[in-house]
Nanobody, 124 residues
Framework: QVQLVESGGGSVQPGGSLRLSCASSGYTQGSYYMAWFRQAPGKEREGVAA????????YYVDSVKGRFTISQDNAKSTLYLQMISLKPEETAVYYCAAARAVTRPLRAAEYRYWGQGTQVTVSS
């Protein structure tokens, strides 16, 4: 059973930075898609960034391109999301997710495994 545990959330002023981490365990052999999603109150869960652990492909929603970077540390089985120039409208619970195979890497319904989420608040 794959387990995902997020950390690194917190409160930051507009324009600030945060790095989220997702520690993973329980994988069977092989590669996975791993992704970050976010959900603000009253809104649908939105795909932010994703990558394929077996290669170099990364995927970003247009609104975060150039500001967010998804990366992985295979030795530590950890996924990261570096976020800079954060905006108040990006306040949300951020979730880590994993799946063996997806057709649309930023589509939440395609992911089987989810973490519990970490709160990111961007406010002055």
């Amino acid at each position: 059973q794959v387990q995902l545990v997020e950390s690194g959330g917190g409160s930051v002023q507009p324009g600030g930075s945060l790095r989220l981490s997702c520690a993973s365990s329980g994988y069977t052999q092989g590669s996975y898609y791993m992704a970050w999603f976010r959900q603000a109150p009253g809104k649908e869960r939105e795909g932010v960034a994703a990558l394929w652990t077996g290669g170099s492909a990364t995927y970003y929603v247009d609104s975060v391109k150039g500001r967010f970077t998804i990366s992985q540390d295979n030795a530590k089985s950890t996924l990261y999301l570096q976020m800079i120039s954060l905006k108040p409208e990006e306040t949300a619970v951020y979730y880590c997710a994993a799946a063996r195979a997806v057709t649309r890497p930023l589509r939440a319904a395609e992911y089987r495994y989810w973490g519990q989420g970490t709160q990111v608040t961007v406010s002055s």
